[in-house]
């Protein structure tokens, strides 16, 4: 299956944040392409939760950093990071990215904690 960006579902969650999502018809694994400039999600104490995914970010350019729980790691060009279902994680800096997520991303299963 190949699927091109003018088959991405654009969504902007908020003005820090640009998210491609690229359709997939297999319900164990997604990937999106993500532009972050500033704080994701947006509100300085707000981490998210992703209750069913686990995530695989792959960084593409710029600088910033990826905290997961109470640990923080500085990422640039070509890092990855994995988050694990269930640990609360936030990015911030200018960059954008890849996450591949296993099984398949839904909304529904996406949470905003503080």
Known sequence: ????????????????????????????????????????????????????????FYFLKGLGKVMIKDQEFRVKSNDAVIVKSGDKYYLEGNFEYLVSTSPMYSPDQNKIVR
Not at 40 to 50: A, D, R
């Open 1 to 56: 299956m190949k699927i091109t960006k003018k088959e991405a579902f654009v969504v902007k969650p908020n003005k820090n944040t640009l998210v491609y999502s690229y359709p997939s018809n297999n319900k164990n694994i997604s990937i999106a392409f993500i532009k972050v400039n500033g704080r994701h999600p947006e509100n300085n104490g707000e981490y998210f939760i992703e209750t069913k995914c686990h995530l695989l």
